[in-house]
Nanobody, 118 residues
Framework: QVQLVESGGGLVQAGGSLRLSCVAS????????MGWYRQAPGKQRELVAQ???????NYANSVKGRFTISRDNVKNTVALQMNSLKPEDTAVYYC????????????WGQGTQVTVSS
C-alpha cells in the first residue's frame, strides 16, 4: 500500500554533490522512519541515514559530515543531500519507509544508481 518513488541519482565526479529525493504515497502511518540505504557490488546493504517522524537522525559513520537527510512530514518526502562525494560512495541507493503500525514493516523504492568517478 506504500509506494516510494526515488529520483536524483546519476554520475558525478569525486568532490561533487548530488541530491536524492523520495516521495511516499499510499497508506501512510504517522509514526514512521524514512531513510536511505545503499548497496555496492559485493557488499552488504548498509544504512546511510534515517530520520524519524519525531526528528531524530542516524548516520553511518562513513557519511557523517558529508551527507544530510531531511524530510517533510506533510508531503511525505525525504531527501539526501550528498556533498564531497567519494568513489567509495558508488552504490545503488534505496529509499526506505519503516512503518511501526505492527511492530515495523519496511517498504523500499526501486533504487537509484549513484556513480562517483575519480
Amino acid at each position: 500500500q506504500v509506494q516510494l518513488v526515488e529520483s536524483g541519482g546519476g554520475l558525478v565526479q569525486a568532490g561533487g554533490s548530488l541530491r536524492l529525493s523520495c516521495v511516499a504515497s499510499g497508506s501512510i502511518f504517522s509514526i514512521n522512519v524514512m531513510g536511505w540505504y545503499r548497496q555496492a557490488p559485493g557488499k552488504q546493504r548498509e544504512l546511510v541515514a534515517q530520520l524519524t517522524s519525531g526528528g531524530s537522525t542516524n548516520y553511518a559513520n562513513s557519511v557523517k559530515g558529508r551527507f544530510t537527510i531531511s524530510r517533510d512530514n506533510v508531503k511525505n518526502t525525504v531527501a539526501l543531500q550528498m556533498n564531497s562525494l567519494k568513489p567509495e560512495d558508488t552504490a545503488v541507493y534505496y529509499c526506505n519507509f519503516r512503518d511501526f503500525r505492527w511492530g515495523f514493516s519496511d517498504y523500499w523504492g526501486q533504487g537509484t544508481q549513484v556513480t562517483v568517478s575519480s
